[in-house]
């Protein structure tokens, strides 16, 4: 059964401070194990100055995949903590790298927990986050007298229209959230006297980032 879920769209970069230490996180979008270790490693490379490089990431649909890693601070104090904060966000198939540019100063176990939670918060703050929705791709056919009556109703709950082709008659194709199917199917039924036909093209995932429509 198809379900919503969050997933990154746009990885981004968010930096905090804390005494003097640099801690710069760093999101992408990964879909696969081996896209987050390339990532890592990447990361790795372009900050290969940087005291440490610590990493978690979450994939699958159900967040079936996680793993983190604390690169050489003590245990529990940069991986698990940046984890938490995915999964607080409740976030999927995405890969967070924190890098830290030590400034000289111990920060302690909770100071470290504070500055790697707070990094990963930061980054979030800088990516594109979309809930992926269930949704079904349905063409209507319609004659001229029913068009007005179905773009009121698909306006009215709100259904985005992908597409309107006018010909002798008027095709519609709208991308409808599986709950409203039912509903939506009933009342353009009953407004055009059954004479609209209704046809299920696919069934995919939508979203919206800044505000477009996106399809999966």
């Known amino acids: 059964m198809m379900e919503r879920y969050k997933i990154l769209f746009e990885g981004g970069e968010g930096e905090l401070t804390e005494k003097k230490s640099r801690f710069i996180a760093t999101t992408r979008p990964v879909e696969s194990e081996e896209e987050a270790v390339v990532f890592i490693d990447e990361m790795k490379k372009k900050y290969w100055d940087a005291r440490h490089n610590c990493s978690a990431y979450v994939i699958g649909e159900r967040g ?9 601070e003590p245990a529990q104090t940069a991986g698990r903590p940046m984890l938490d904060v995915l999964l607080g966000a409740e976030v999927k198939n995405i890969c967070v790298v ?27 703050k800088n ?14 056919h319609t004659d ?18 992908l597409d309107t082709q006018y010909t002798d008659a008027v095709d519609v194709v709208c991308m409808v959230p599986l709950e ?19 046809t ?11 505000g477009e429509l996106v399809l999966f």
């Open 98 to 124: 924190v890098t830290r540019y030590f400034g000289g100063t111990l920060l302690g176990t909770g100071g470290l927990v504070r500055a790697y939670s707070g990094a990963v918060q930061e980054g979030l």
């Open 64 to 72: 079936q995949v996680q793993r983190c890693s604390d690169d050489g």
């Open 200 to 210: 299920r093209e696919k069934e995919c995932y939508y979203g919206f980032a800044d």
């Open 127 to 140: 990516s594109v986050i979309v809930e992926k929705c269930p949704g079904v791709e349905l063409k209507i």
């Open 180 to 198: 409203k199917e039912g509903s939506l199917v009933a009342q353009i039924t009953e407004k055009t006297g059954g004479k609209a036909v209704m």
């Open 144 to 161: 001229y007298n029913g068009i007005g009556k179905i773009q009121y109703i698909t306006a009215q709950m709100e259904i985005p229209v």
